[in-house]
């Protein structure tokens, strides 16, 4: 999905009049929301066909990533001022707060009810939801307009064959990797994501069969504490200014790491009915939950500005798609490896229901993946974020000299210090910036 939106004239592209028409990000958005609103329904409908639910959610899984990958792009496009991206990306991540929590709060709900159509109201209420979303994000933002340069610097470009787009796919995806800024932060993403992935699939099992009189509701309730994360992004949108990412990882992790410290005390000193024990640890936990959230994807709308000065290329698209390309990736594997260790420890799902069903050395082995894999992605999550370099103050320097050379700037007349954060943040001496044409593939 990068491709189209950054090339929108090339094979295989949006047709030129509606590309033109509503831009190179949101022709995906209006088309995703249509396809969105036809498709999404679907789950919904009873069937007793494995291949109706994987055909329905194959189809959503490309309707997402039209959706997502534009999408992402439009905090870098809307605006270069640091603290109004913060603005922006803050504010799209309390509606994800938000939305999370209503996910988790119905599920618990639904958990309690013996309504045989309480999911099917469930998905007719999240349809409806998630299309006024999907509409509002649509027609109430706005993109880098498409110049008369642009439309004929890409008219008079050949079309490209589908081997051609593949192999040239494959090779920005491995340019991006280049940018150092983006590969810390990727890393870091990717890390505290998937521990997180492991955790919230490894939680219910956790609870309900390693901890004495636990109940089987209580995963989800303790997931509906996500709510907790809408005031939390919204603090976190104010210190992302003034404390910079590496201060709100740091905050992240510690708060994980020590939510997951009293989950295993609890199983350690083997406390009966911990119900409030875990209330409390979960707060804190989704108070972490929502800093790792919200973090990644505030700092991601400054990549492709490094990316910018490194190639002078416009390819927000194609870092948006990385990130949801490694993201999916390892969001898949993360849950197939925790289905893969529990079958390994000797669960059964069907004979063990409960702690007293569960075998003693099956639950020390289940708390055992569920606490080091957590705990280990999220410590070295907390490591690397001490090479995040990108916050207010470099990104003013970089976007400055970004500036300046857009006005004919020469290079040799650089400050030290934009010197200093242009090598730091792309890791590349600062004479091969800057290239003087773009560098780019068209």
Same mark, same amino acid.
């Given at each position: 999905?990068?491709?189209?939106?950054?090339?929108?004239?090339?094979?295989?592209?949006?047709?030129?009049?509606?590309?033109?028409?509503?831009?190179?990000?949101?022709?995906?958005?209006?088309?995703?929301?249509?396809?969105? !609103?036809?498709?999404?329904?679907?789950?919904? $409908?009873?069937?007793?066909?494995?291949?109706?639910?994987?055909?329905?959610?194959?189809?959503?899984?490309?309707?997402?990533?039209?959706?997502?990958?534009?999408?992402?792009? /439009?905090?870098?496009?809307? !605006?270069?001022? =640091?603290?109004?991206?913060? %603005?922006? &990306?803050?504010?799209?991540?309390?509606?994800?707060?938000?939305? !999370?929590? $209503?996910?988790? $709060?119905?599920?618990?709900?639904?958990?309690?009810?013996?309504?045989?159509?309480a999911y099917l109201v469930a998905g007719i209420a999240w349809t409806i939801l998630f299309v006024?979303?999907?509409?509002? &994000?649509?027609?109430? !933002?706005?993109?880098?307009?498409?110049?008369?340069?642009?439309?004929?610097?890409?008219?008079?470009?050949?079309?490209? #064959?589908? &081997?051609?787009?593949?192999?040239?796919?494959?090779?920005?995806?491995?340019?991006?990797?280049?940018? #150092?800024?983006?590969?810390?932060?990727?890393?870091?993403?990717?890390?505290?994501?998937?521990?997180?992935?492991?955790?919230?699939?490894?939680?219910?099992?956790?609870?309900?069969?390693?901890?004495? +009189?636990?109940?089987?509701?209580?995963?989800?309730? /303790?997931?509906?504490?996500?709510?907790?994360?809408?005031?939390?992004?919204?603090?976190?949108?104010?210190?992302?200014?003034?404390?910079?990412?590496?201060?709100?990882?740091?905050?992240?992790?510690?708060?994980?790491?020590?939510?997951?410290?009293?989950?295993?005390?609890?199983?350690?000193?083997?406390?009966?009915?911990?119900?409030?024990?875990?209330?409390?640890?979960?707060?804190?936990?989704?108070?972490?939950?929502?800093?790792?959230?919200?973090?990644?994807?505030?700092?991601?709308?400054?990549?492709? @500005?490094?990316?910018?000065?490194?190639?002078?290329? @416009?390819?927000?698209?194609?870092?948006?798609?990385?990130?949801?390309?490694?993201?999916?990736?390892? +969001?898949?594997?993360?849950?197939?490896?925790? +289905?893969?260790?529990?079958?390994?420890?000797?669960?059964?799902?069907?004979?063990?229901?409960? =702690?007293?069903?569960?075998?003693?050395? %099956?639950?020390?082995?289940?708390?055992?993946?569920?606490?080091?894999?957590?705990?280990?992605?999220?410590?070295?999550?907390?490591?690397?974020?001490?090479?995040?370099?990108?916050?207010?103050?470099?990104?003013?320097?970089?976007?400055?000299?970004?500036?300046?050379?857009?006005?004919?700037?020469? #290079?040799? @007349?650089?400050?030290?210090?934009?010197?200093?954060?242009?090598?730091?943040?792309?890791?590349?001496?600062?004479?091969?910036?800057?290239?003087?044409?773009?560098?780019?593939?068209?």
């Amino acid at each position: 999905m990068d491709w189209p939106p950054d090339r929108p004239k090339k094979h295989p592209h949006p047709p030129t009049k509606l590309g033109q028409k509503f831009g190179r990000r949101h022709f995906f958005l209006v088309t995703g929301l249509i396809l969105f !609103t036809c498709v999404f329904p679907l789950f919904w $409908i009873s069937s007793t066909s494995w291949l109706y639910y994987l055909a329905v959610y194959v189809a959503m899984e490309i309707i997402i990533a039209m959706l997502i990958v534009p999408w992402e792009c /439009l905090p870098t496009e809307m !605006t270069r001022d =640091y603290k109004e991206r913060t %603005v922006l &990306s803050g504010s799209r991540m309390v509606i994800s707060s938000t939305g !999370t929590a $209503i996910v988790f $709060i119905i599920l618990a709900v639904l958990k309690q009810a013996n309504n045989p159509n309480a999911y099917l109201v469930a998905g007719i209420a999240w349809t409806i939801l998630f299309v006024i979303a999907i509409a509002i &994000s649509t027609f109430g !933002t706005w993109e880098r307009p498409i110049t008369d340069e642009f439309i004929e610097e890409h008219t008079n470009q050949p079309k490209v #064959k589908i &081997s051609d787009f593949i192999k040239n796919s494959i090779h920005e995806y491995a340019e991006t990797f280049h940018n #150092k800024a983006f590969r810390t932060h990727l890393a870091v993403y990717l890390l505290s994501f998937t521990g997180k992935d492991l955790f919230s699939t490894l939680l219910p099992t956790f609870i309900v069969c390693c901890i004495t +009189g636990a109940g089987e509701s209580w995963p989800w309730t /303790l997931q509906a504490l996500s709510i907790v994360g809408i005031p939390v992004t919204i603090v976190a949108t104010k210190l992302m200014v003034v404390k910079g990412p590496r201060f709100i990882f740091r905050l992240s992790y510690i708060s994980i790491i020590a939510a997951m410290v009293v989950y295993i005390a609890v199983y350690l000193l083997n406390i009966h009915n911990p119900f409030w024990i875990f209330i409390i640890a979960s707060l804190v936990y989704q108070c972490g939950r929502a800093l790792l959230e919200f973090t990644p994807w505030n700092l991601f709308p400054f990549m492709p @500005d490094v990316d910018y000065i490194m190639t002078r290329g @416009d390819r927000a698209g194609l870092y948006a798609s990385v990130m949801t390309f490694f993201r999916k990736s390892t +969001g898949a594997i993360a849950t197939w490896i925790a +289905g893969i260790l529990l079958e390994f420890t000797g669960y059964n799902s069907a004979t063990m229901k409960n =702690y007293e069903t569960t075998p003693a050395q %099956v639950r020390f082995s289940i708390t055992l993946i569920f606490f080091l894999g957590t705990v280990m992605l999220i410590a070295y999550a907390l490591w690397l974020s001490r090479h995040i370099y990108l916050d207010a103050d470099t990104h003013a320097v970089l976007k400055s000299e970004i500036e300046r050379l857009e006005n004919g700037g020469d #290079k040799k @007349d650089v400050s030290d210090e934009a010197r200093l954060v242009c090598e730091e943040l792309t890791g590349h001496p600062y004479e091969s910036l800057w290239p003087e044409t773009s560098s780019v593939k068209k």
